[in-house]
């Protein structure tokens, strides 16, 4: 099995663990936040999601650490809530991603997978 491929059943087995929480299944994209989506194209999301993790989540010490990450007004703060990439101690409890230390190149590209693998199963009817 290679990389890509333990990556993916990574990805696969959070999201089961996470569908199983009440309150990370209770997050689910709108109709308004789908036609965002389409109007701007999954790429633009994807960069969206970089943008907002290497802000947000990324730097060792995050003073607002479990309020940085709004619950609406973008589906990616949404998928956030979802998967649980929403402030470290969610990483950390989740993905096992260490706290109190920046965010590698590679935890950053998990956790964008993760987010966009969610907002398009949220896509499909």
Same mark, same amino acid.
């Given at each position: 099995?290679?990389?890509?491929?333990?990556?993916? $059943? /990574? $990805?696969?087995?959070?999201?089961?663990? =996470?569908? /199983?929480?009440?309150?990370?299944?209770?997050?689910? =994209?709108?109709?308004?936040?789908?036609?965002?989506?389409?109007?701007?194209?999954?790429?633009? $999301?994807?960069?969206?999601?970089?943008?907002?993790?290497? %802000?947000?989540?990324?730097?060792?010490?995050?003073?607002?650490?479990?309020?940085? @990450?709004?619950? %609406? +007004?973008?589906?990616?703060?949404?998928?956030?809530?979802?998967?649980? @990439?929403?402030?470290?101690?969610? =990483?950390?409890?989740?993905?096992?991603?260490?706290?109190?230390?920046?965010?590698? +190149?590679?935890?950053?590209?998990?956790? $964008?997978?993760?987010?966009?693998?969610?907002?398009?199963?949220?896509?499909?009817?």
């Amino acid at each position: 099995m290679n990389n890509k491929e333990y990556e993916m $059943i /990574k $990805i696969e087995n959070v999201l089961e663990r =996470l569908s /199983k929480s009440k309150f990370r299944a209770s997050f689910h =994209l709108k109709d308004k936040d789908l036609d965002y989506i389409d109007k701007k194209g999954l790429d633009i $999301i994807n960069n969206h999601t970089r943008d907002f993790i290497y %802000k947000r989540l990324s730097p060792a010490v995050i003073p607002n650490d479990g309020k940085q @990450t709004p619950t %609406k +007004n973008h589906p990616v703060f949404i998928a956030q809530h979802a998967t649980a @990439t929403c402030c470290r101690k969610c =990483l950390y409890k989740w993905h096992n991603i260490s706290m109190n230390k920046e965010l590698s +190149n590679e935890e950053q590209c998990y956790i $964008i997978k993760v987010i966009m693998t969610w907002i398009e199963r949220e896509m499909k009817p």
